[in-house]
């Protein structure tokens, strides 16, 4: 197929009607599905990651608020490296088709492993953030906390994103660029701790006992001055207030997109 008939085809793909509920509805039915098989297929091999409810509910909303912020972000990047040419709703619409992706790692792990799983973790310290960038798409490095179903559904996302903005005339440098900087926010959602660590230090002073970073302080142990204790919770917290956040971004980049559009109309 030619670069022509492929952009012809994105074209069509960016016009499918697809109402705001069965969007909700699709999206989130498979990000839940990743939830579900990652916590099956991964080295805790539980749905929820958890026999007690309360707990895997909590984790649940975690993973599921975590995604969202992921998606959101990449979204964002897009629109905001290819500008003038991306349109963010035809975009939104197109994004769709593509997020069975994430379905990819648990199924990978599960037969690279044969069935083991890997264990999964936030990275708390910053001292692994090199090495982890430096060598997440490098397979014969073995990284700690990640498995290579991620790394694998990474790149098909930083790729896919890159190959979009390229085939939007976007240009290769701007497709470079949008290649690298999803690469490198995903790569620091891996860090979140680490992150708030280092800025809850600016607040807190913290007795870094057992070694333990400020991030692990912060997020894994209770707390009396936090208002969420458990630790999936204080995880989702922290995501829900990114969500919001990127929901703010979202509605001003479209507001501006469509005042934009009504005046190169008059």
């Excluded at 099956?40 to 309360?54: A, F, K, M, N, V």
């Excluded at 964002?76 to 709703?89: C, F, V």
Aim: glycine share 6%; charged share 15%; with cysteine.
């Amino acid at each position: 197929m030619s670069i022509e008939k492929i952009t012809k085809t994105i074209k069509k793909l960016e016009k499918t009607p697809i109402g705001r509920g069965h969007w909700v509805i699709t999206f989130f039915s498979i990000v839940y599905l990743r939830v579900l098989l990652e916590g099956i297929l991964e080295s805790q091999h539980r749905i929820g990651y958890s026999t007690d409810p309360l707990t895997g509910s909590a984790t649940i909303i975690h993973y599921v608020l975590a995604f969202t912020v992921y998606y959101l972000s990449i979204l964002l990047i897009i629109k905001i490296t290819g500008w003038k040419l991306i349109r963010l709703r035809p975009l939104i619409r197109i994004s769709l088709l593509c997020t069975p992706v994430i379905i990819i790692p648990p199924l990978i792990d599960a037969l690279v492993t044969g069935g083991d799983g890997y264990h999964l973790y936030y990275h708390f310290q910053w001292k692994s953030f090199l090495v982890v960038v430096l060598n997440s798409f490098n397979p014969f490095t073995s990284l700690p906390g990640i498995s290579h179903g991620q790394r694998i559904e990474v790149f098909l996302v930083c790729l896919g994103s890159a190959v979009y903005l390229y085939l939007s005339n976007s240009g290769i440098l701007k497709s470079i660029l949008c290649f690298t900087s999803i690469y490198l926010t995903l790569c620091l959602y891996e860090f979140l701790p680490s992150i708030i660590g280092s800025i809850a230090r600016l607040f807190i002073k913290f007795e870094q006992s057992g070694g333990l970073s400020a991030g692990q302080e912060l997020m894994l142990r209770p707390n009396d001055a936090l208002i969420v204790y458990q630790a999936h919770l204080r995880f989702a917290f922290v995501y829900l207030i990114i969500f919001v956040m990127l929901l703010v971004l979202f509605w001003i980049v479209d507001s501006v997109e469509q005042r934009t559009s009504k005046e190169g109309n008059l």
